[in-house]
């Protein structure tokens, strides 16, 4: 046997069992499927023998830091606070790409996605605020407010591809301008009290950062320094520390360093001297000019890909799989004893119709309503029956309501309300934008 075919025939069976986790880890659907697995599992554990457990484990406390400079919290304000910051940096990114070549980057593309964010937006307060109107939980209208984007495109995705590439356009680009407006909203409506020296220091380290950037500086871990400086000046500040990742994102570079032409150029001439350097099979290790050659290859693909680009496709993998699983595995966790006064308490009745209805009637009389005055026209291949089920599939809002809820309340019963109606109102948004739009694709067909 040759060496090529023994290295083969040693590593075959490893590779047997790796690719079926690549595969699944590659898929669309993935990350709304360890979502889902995460939030079952934390239902179970809350209402089983062990749920005390479950909700004492989320008050240990951790603390950083020595001497007088330590911040001690418990380990779901390090979650919420903490491992969200780099959630809300990948938001960051998404929104800076797509502002910049995405469907955001014109007026004309943006226009319909931005109408529909904000009828997304405000009817579900409204209808949140009409219930809730002079009660100690009128400061939860921003929970109904928030679209999950990955759950909402997971439950897209299981819809194949005779999906309209228009529709998932159209559902990213609402989510993300949605994204941006729950950013706004927990900075301006749900920050404490401001501590001004604080805001001053967050400032100074994002001024460093955006120095980098227009010094041209694209090697990720420069930013990582005054990044972190600009979360724990935020965290001490009173503006709640996750706006500290989207104000990060926005200095990360997003230009390339070499323009297409260039890396294929650079990238043919570099295989030509590994041809040249080497017989087919030979091992390189033995070849220095081969070597180099793939170092070259290595360099080109860093200089063609922008920082922006590259921290996106690297962070997303941990965002999906470890980052909003652990998030809702600490978050959805809630007692279902009296299930029934507390689904029909007025925060949980809010936070559902502001969900289902409210989601519904804002993004499509919005959207309706722009293509009407002209200033935008409907994605091609979509129809207004497919527009209603991704204004159905927005009412999923489950990851950032869970996060606003936390930000909202400091009533235990009026979380445990809001995240049984979070529940809820995102099963039936899923099962619901499902059913309209796969009825309308097969009805076009």
Known sequence: MSMARLRRFRFAPVRRIVRPFQHFFRRATSGGIVLIIASVFALVWANSAWGDQYFSLWQLKFGIGFGRFNITKDLSHWINDGLMAVFFFVVGLEIKREVLIGELSSLNKALLPIAGALGGMLMPALIYIYINYNTDALNGWGIPMATDIAFALGVLALLGSRMPLGIKVFLTALAIVDDLGAVVVIALFYSGDLWWYGILFAASFWGCMLVLNLLGARNSLLYLLPGIGLWLSLLSSGVHATIAGVLAALTIPARTRINAAEFVENVEGFLQVFKSSGAQGDNIISSQAQRGAVHAIEQACCQVESPLVRLEHKLHP?????????????????????????????????????????????????????????????????????????????????TMSFFITDLAFDNEEFIRQAKTGILFASLIAGFLGWALIRSATTTAE
Do not use: C, E
């Not at 999906?320 to 004893?337: E, S, Y």
């Not at 207004?384 to 991704?390: A, C, E, K, S, T």
């Open 318 to 398: 941990w965002v999906a799989f470890v980052i909003i699983p652990v998030f809702a595995l600490a978050n959805a966790g809630i007692a279902l004893d009296g299930i029934g006064g507390t689904l029909f308490s007025p925060v949980a009745t809010g936070v559902m119709l502001g969900l289902i209805l409210g989601k519904v009637i804002g993004i499509f009389l919005f959207s309706w309503l722009a293509v009407k005055f002209g200033l935008a026209a409907l994605p091609a291949g979509t129809s207004w029956r497919q527009i209603i089920g991704v204004s159905a599939l927005a009412g999923i809002g489950f």
